[in-house]
Structure formats: C-alpha cells, structure tokens
C-alpha cells in the first residue's frame, strides 16, 4: 500500500507528519544542498551547532521553559533515564545533606563523611507512583542499582495493580503514602503509561508540597504524552523523554531539568566515601549540560527531525501552542472513546474514566476469539498497529500527534461496522 493509503496507530516508533519524513528523506542524502548527509556531518560542525541551537529553542517556545532549566540532549532512551534519575537525583540528595552537615560541623570532614553516611543508610528515600509498566520498570531499576547499597530507599508510594496485577487507574492522592519531604530525594511519575493506557489528567498534585514542608523534586516521564498538551514546566524538577512517539525518530532522548541540580553535585570521591556511585559520564546531566549536549557524539539528524516535528508545531498551532495540539488530541481521543463506549456489550475499556489516556487507547473486544477476528479485520483494511503491547494483550489504538482525524475516523468507521456485525 501507499502511505496514504495505511492508518497506523502503533505505539512507538510511531508516525511522524509526511512532509516531516519527505523532507528528512532528502536531508539524509544532500543537506541544503551541501552535498552532504546529516547522517555524515559532524556533530561539532557550525551546522550541527546550528540545529542543535534551533531545535533546543523551538522546544523552549513550545513549551515556554523558564530561564532557570536546560535543555539537554541524550542517549539511550527513556529507559537509560531511568537509571540516570538514580544516579544524579541521589547525587544531588548526599550534596544537600554535605552542605547541611558543613553548616553543622564546619571543616570537620570526617564529622561531615559520618553523618553524611548515616545520612544515606537511613534517612534517604526515592518515592515512586507506580501507576503502569514504565514507572514500575524504573521503580525496579532503582532499586536495582540502590539495593546492595542502601536496600530500604525505595518507597513505592502507591502501586496501582489490581487483584489481578493489572494497571487502569490511579489511586486517589488520599492513598499515597509518600516519603517525608525531608527525607525525599525525588518524586518520580510516568505521566503517560504506553502500555497500560493510563494517564495523569494533569499535573498530580498529590505531591505539591503541604506548607511547612520542603519542597518535593518532582521527576516525570512523558516519553509518551510530551508536546500532546502544555505542561507547567516549573512544577517539574527534572521531565524526559525519549523521542520516538511525539518528538520525533529514536536515537535520542530529551531532558529539560532545573538549572540549579546541575550544580548541587558532590565530587566522585565524596560520594565513593559514603558508599555511593558517581553517575556513568553518558548518564551524568552535569557533565552532559557543560558539553552542550555533545559529551560524545550526538546523531544530528535524529535532533534535526525533531526540530522539524516542533517547528510544524508552532506553525499549526500559533500563538496556541500546545493548547492547540491539547485539542486536537482530545478530540481525537474523545471519537475512539466514544465508540468504546457505544458498543459496551462488544467493546470494553480496560481503563478507569478519570486516568484515560488520550495517547494509547487501550480496550478489549469482549470475546477473546472475536477479538482475534477485529485484529485480523483491521489489518486487511491497513489500520495497522492495533495489537496491544505484548504483556497485556487486547487493542491498543495510539493516537499520537500525527496520527490524523481521518485515520481515526476510518478506525471508528470499522468498529461500528464490526460492533454491528457482532452484536
Ligand atoms: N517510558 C515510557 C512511557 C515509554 O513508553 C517507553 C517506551 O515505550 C520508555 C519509557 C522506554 O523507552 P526506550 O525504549 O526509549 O528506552
């Protein structure tokens, strides 16, 4: 088939805009008619400077990111920050506690080292929403690199599986049992589970700090819902994403942290002594912020591509930025709900009303064989990438940015035609 002829809907890599691909085609052989490739320019080149320039400021636009965070290029997807958020927010956590033991003890270092220590063994806690797949993915990792070193840091402030093991809500704030504030390193949320198709509404406020309280680092995972709507970036301590839903093609990962835990970082030999890993240098933000982005050698086209995807962005949408793209989406998402819910004895949504995505829109079909059927059925009619993620299972019709109302029509088009076939 033609490309116009295919609705696609997979998860990740998922579709980009066609003039976006077109336009990538023929930078990826002759870049502005340089004679080059962006696959073969270097990546300390004026031209790659250039792009890496254009591309972070468009992203700062889009997004209206305060003076006071970075914007920082990486490798290794959404999964290698979920080691990074380990390796650098507890970094940041034992530098804290260094300055408040100086302030104690003055230049007493072993006095410092002591308390610091003690600090770590018993006081330091990482909380974690576990809300879907991806944040208990990097729950475990963080208790796979803190375990033999401090085995109790690891608070899962609230699991959201059911009896059954199976995510599709969000438990109310209420229920949350998050760490003292004193003692938090962070926060961390998924704002968007992929899999389980459950989202944050907006920002979560259960973790807004109480008065009285210090504040709280709030770290988000939005590899799936970034530039889907506004995001209040002040609230964050720390957002990322990997770039193949909504940015852009994989290879790199996007990061936009507060200025200030760039610089609240102990040295490497600080952190040895209280029994402590100094962050991998790929993964280390501090030294990947100093180097611009190009610590080591950064896949230039892939950053051109999203620069491509934010600038269509801002000229879809204007003055309205992501609100512009907010209701878009939702109306997208509304349609393919609204069908779910037509055909209840056909159809069922696997997700809870208040924490349904607007990106991955998962149901099943209610007889596991008919379900087979609708799988097959969609494909002969190329509305491709239906297939649920593998652990769970059923439908799952992703609807990010560039997936078009009329693919989406053609999707629910089909539904009703197989609801009524199969009632
Ligand atoms: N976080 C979320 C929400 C994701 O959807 C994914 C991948 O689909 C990841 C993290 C992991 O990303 P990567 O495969 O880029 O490591």
Known sequence: PTRAEVSYFGAGPAPLPTHVLEAGAKAFVNFEDSGLSLAEISHRSP????????????????????????????HGGGSAEFSAVVFNMVAVWIEKRRRMA?????????????????????????????????????????????????????????????????????????????SSSKRSAFVYYCDNETVDGVEFPGFPSGVEAQPGE????????????????????QKHAVIFGGAQKNIGITDI??????????????????????????PPVVLNWSVVAKNNSLYNTMPIFSIWIAGEVMRSLLAT???????????????????????????????????????????????RVKDPETEKEFLDG??????????????????????????PMQNVRKLTTYMEEFADRNP
């Open 47 to 74: 031209t790659a400077t250039k792009i890496l320039a254009d591309t972070k400021q468009a992203l700062i636009s889009l997004l209206d990111i305060p003076d006071n965070y970075e914007v920082l290029f990486m």
């Open 317 to 363: 949408y204007g003055i309205t930025k992501l609100k512009g793209q907010e209701g878009f989406s939702d109306a997208k998402a509304r349609t393919i709900y609204q069908m779910i819910d037509w055909y209840p004895q056909v159809f069922q949504p696997v997700v809870e009303l208040n924490a349904r995505s607007r990106m991955n829109i998962c149901f």
């Open 214 to 233: 210090e504040e709280r680092l709030v770290i988000a995972d939005m590899s799936s819902n970034f530039l889907s709507r506004p995001v209040d970036v």
């Open 102 to 178: 100086e302030k104690e003890f003055g230049d007493d270092q072993g006095a410092i080292l002591r308390k610091v220590k003690q600090d770590v063994q018993h006081d330091m806690q990482l909380d974690y929403l576990v809300t879907g797949s991806w944040s208990l993915k990097a729950s475990q990792e963080a208790a796979n690199l803190l375990e033999p070193l401090t085995p109790n840091a690891i608070n899962v402030a609230t699991d959201a599986r059911d009896s059954n093991g199976k995510f599709g809500s969000i438990p109310s704030d209420e229920k949350w049992s998050l």
């Open 253 to 278: 990962t996007l990061l936009i942290v507060r200025k200030d835990l760039l610089t609240t970082v102990p040295t490497p030999s600080f952190l040895h002594q209280v029994g402590m890993f100094s």
């Open 378 to 403: 969609a494909k002969k009619l190329n509305l491709l990438g239906l297939n649920g993620h593998r652990s769970v299972g059923g439908v799952r019709a992703s609807n990010y940015n560039a997936v």
